[in-house]
Each structure stands twice: as structure tokens, then as C-alpha cells.
């Protein structure tokens, strides 16, 4: 009998794919599912980025590439970097790697030893503690309170600092909350790592387009702990190009180094044409995406609009990124009309797509058993109607 290892056995299948799964199985038996469980733009990918991929095919970029990217696709990165973030970096602290998801896995593995401690901000990210078990680090869970929009507080940090920790892992706009940090926030939290040189600090930024607040803040702008910062950012949300597996880290030169020696074991470097398309995309400036987030922010608003008059239903506003994730435990205990008890928001999301044919994601894959996950990156009818289903079927229950 095959033994599978004991590192993939303690790994969680991702919980946003396995109801995307549920939700297409219902779907193909004739079920008008409206699924909001997945954490991709319903947008297409830009036409000039596109048309680039496609010069890129008959301009000849068809073969292996440099493990950490072209020469131009790190400069125009580090030019973004100056442009947008204020961030001086050169192309050598540059890796491009096959998705954020990659370049995230690339500096956890390079950086986290067996039994390190890794702080995770919660609600977080569904990869990141997967990550860490598989580096065989420790995840330290840091939940954000629901009254401070689920961020976590410099006060909270330090509390949580010990001198085996490593690194700290965080987005911000937060997927699955929306939260934004503010300056003061991030700067505060940045005083506390300044004072643990020990300490390093994962900035995933993947969402930083999708913002309703404006200021964007990297944490690699606060000075004393630069080089103690990985800020990671790609082109899936941004540019609506989830499918071409575009990332990138920017780093001090020793973690990028690393990052690249890494990456050259398992993919090498990011494939040809994408890298081209990202090339155009960075050229292209940001424009596509403010139109997006005029509809994204819209949406939210539709939301909210109508979550505000479903009991039970609590949720901050979303500051970015497109999701809501109220907190539903006001409907744990209840009853459905088949009997059944709700014991959780696994229940609870069972019951919604059985009952209203929506689907979402249990918060206990973001480390908030509490929540559910709904995804705003869909048509605004669609949207409108799949927010009256889930308050009929609420009201169903006793
Ligand atoms: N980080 C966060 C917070 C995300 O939500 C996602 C995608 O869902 C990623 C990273 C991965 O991005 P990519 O598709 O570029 O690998």
C-alpha cells in the first residue's frame, strides 16, 4: 500500500477549493448555484497585456528563463517600488517567482528552521500556516479583535514576541477581512520588531490595488527595520491575472539570494511569456485597476447594504480586497428546517448551499471558526440576488 509522507498527511486540503468543488457539483446537476467561495476577479485580464503575451510567443521569449526573472521585469518591479511605494530597491533584491503564492513559500521555506515561531495575524491568509507546517516552523495565531476591524495592535505583538521567533506573516488589505493598516498601525508594530532583531517581517501586499481608503502603507518603508522586511506583491488581483502566475519578492539581498537558490531546486525561474505579459502590465501603469476597484467598491457597498438588515449577520466595513466575512455565530445552535443543528460555520455554509444554493467558505480556514467567507468579486445582480437567498434561508432558521 502506498505510504504517503507524513509532511503532505499533515497538510490541509485548501478549504476555498474543496467548496468551489461542492458548489460546481451541485452546479452540473442543474443547481443555480451562485458560488462566492473563490478569491478571484470575475474580470478579464487587460487587452494590452494580453497582446504582449502574444508578441512575446512570436518575439521568440519561449525558452528557460533566469531563475529570479528578466533583467527588465525586475527593474521595471523595482521602478514600481520607487513610483508607487517609495522604495528604494535595485533588481538584484528582486525574485519573480510563479504566483505571490510562490514567492511566499520561497522566503518561509528559506527563513523558518524546525521549531521557530511564525506570527500569523488572524483572520489570515489560508496558505500561511500550511506553509509554515511544512517549514516544520510553529504558527503563533494573533486574532484581531472584531471591534478593531480584526486588526491586530503593536500592543499585541510585542505580548507575543518569545526569542524563538522568526518571522511575522500578514496582509494587508487583509484577505479574508478587507482590513487596511494605517501608518500609525503598521508604524507602531514596526517599533516593536525594530526592538527584536531576531524578528522578520513577511508583508503580503497581494491586494494593494483593491483599496477603498487610499494610503497604501508598506512596511518596508519604515526605515529602521527595512532589511528585516519581505514585502511580497504579484499581478493576480491588481491586474485581474490569477491564471498567469505572476509574483514577486522585493528583499534585502541575502534573503533574495536565498529565495532564488530555492526556487532554482523546484521551478526555476517564472515562464517566459507570463513574465513578458507582467512586463506590459507594470508598463501599463495602474489605470485598469482603478476601474476594477470602482466596481469592487461598489459592490461592497450593495453588500453591506444589505447584510446591515440580516440579525445575526457582523461584520466590519472592508476597507479593500473583495470580500466580506461577517461573524455568524449568533446562528450557531439554531435549527434548521430539516432538523438539523448548525454547530458551526461549516454547518452553516453546508445549509446555505443546500437551502440557498450560495456558496462560501468557512472562517475556520482563516483561523476564525466564527466567520464566513464571502467572495464581492462577482456580477452585482448576481451579488444582490445571492445576499436575498442567504437572508431567506437565515430566516428559516429557529
Ligand atoms: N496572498 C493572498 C492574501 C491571497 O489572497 C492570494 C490569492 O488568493 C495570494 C497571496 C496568492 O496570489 P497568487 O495567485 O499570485 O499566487
Redesign the pocket.
Known sequence: TLVLSDRLNAMQESQ?IGMAKKARELAAQGVDVISLSF??PDFQTPQYIKDAAKKAIDDGYTLYTPVPGYPELRQAIADKLKRENNLDYKPENIVV????????ANTVMSLVNPGDEVIVFAP?????EEMVKLAEGVTVTLMGSLENDYKVTAAEVEAAITPRTKLIMY?SP???TGAVFSREELGAIAEVVARHPQVYVLA?E??EYINFVGEHVSMAQFEAIKDRVIT?N????GYA??GW???YIAACKEIAVACEKMQSQITSGTCSIAQRAALAALQGGRSSADEMVEAYRRRRDLVLDIVKDIPGMKTPKPSG?FYVFPDVSAFFGKTTPHGNTIENACDLAMYLLNDGHVAAVDGAAFGAPQCLRFSTAAADEKLAEAFRRIKVSLAKLA
Open positions: 476555498t478569491g478571484e517567482s510563479t504566483g505571490a503564492k510562490q514567492a511566499l489570515y491568509w489560508v496558505s500561511y496582509s487583509c484577505n479574508p503580503d497581494i491586494y511580497v504579484g499581478f493576480s488581483k491575472m490569477t502566475r505572476v509574483g480586497a
